[in-house]
């Protein structure tokens, strides 16, 4: 089973600051998605990465693909009340038919 | 366009009484589906995907079965509920296995 680990669980921020979101694993994921879920909906794709070492910017968000392709993060640069939420990880395997593995999840709280 | 519908929104049920939600997905055919079961503001646990009508394949064992009559329906059940079933329950479709997952709206049940 691989397993997806996302740190931290809690973060609580003032508007404005940065911030990042941290997805380790031990396995290698031929790509990986992060989904963001606000309260009493499903998650939302956000963005998925592929190569190993990749970037990907939307807006003040970065995301990134470690190069082992085991780990991503994800930074927020001037957080904003919106940007209040669950963030998830997901890992898709390497293996042929292999379903998305989820991390527990970080819920972000920014304050005005 | 593709849509997804999950419904109850909200479920209150006694211990012991049957569970049926149902899942459907619109302008698409031969999705995969998925049901998952979230805890307050964690990750997605993956407990029954299906592939195609008829085929379903179960990753915990549990108190709850799945089923697909049709080929764009999805119904998660349970005989006799126990209150550890109680949870965030998440319908999603997806083109493939490993590609972006897109979430229904969820179902809030609460065993009492």
């Known amino acids: 089973t691989q397993l997806l680990e996302q740190s931290p669980q809690f973060l609580s921020i003032q508007e404005g600051e940065n911030l990042t979101v941290y997805c380790n694993s031990s396995?290698?994921?031929?790509?990986l998605q992060w989904y963001r879920q606000e309260p009493g909906e499903g998650p939302v794709l956000l963005v998925t990465?592929?190569?190993?070492?990749e970037v990907k910017k939307l807006k003040r968000l970065t995301f990134q693909f470690g190069d082992a392709r085991k780990d991503s993060s994800l930074h927020i640069t001037a957080a904003q009340p919106g940007d209040t939420g669950l963030y998830l990880c997901?890992?898709?395997?390497?293996?042929?038919?292999?379903?998305?593995?989820f991390g527990g999840g970080t819920r972000l709280m920014v304050k005005p | 366009s593709q849509t997804i519908h999950q419904w109850p929104a909200t479920l209150v049920q006694p211990v012991g009484s049957p569970l049926s939600l149902e899942c459907t997905v619109e302008?698409?055919?031969?999705?995969?589906l998925y049901w998952y079961r979230q805890a307050a503001g964690r990750g997605l646990q993956l407990l029954f995907y299906?592939?195609?009508?008829?085929?379903i394949s179960s990753e915990v064992p549990q108190n709850l079965s799945a089923s697909r009559p049709q080929d764009r329906q999805f119904i998660l059940s349970s005989k006799k509920l126990l209150l550890s079933d109680s949870g965030f329950y998440l319908c999603?479709?997806?083109?493939?296995?490993?590609?972006?997952?897109?979430f229904g709206q969820g179902t809030r049940l609460t065993v009492v």
């Open positions: 999603a479709w997806s083109a493939g296995s490993g590609t972006e997952a897109f």
């Open positions: 299906s592939v195609g009508i008829g085929q």
């Open positions: 396995s290698v994921f031929s790509s």
């Open positions: 990465v592929v190569t190993g070492g």
């Open positions: 997901a890992g898709v395997g390497n293996n042929a038919g292999n379903m998305l593995t």
């Open positions: 302008g698409t055919s031969n999705p995969n």
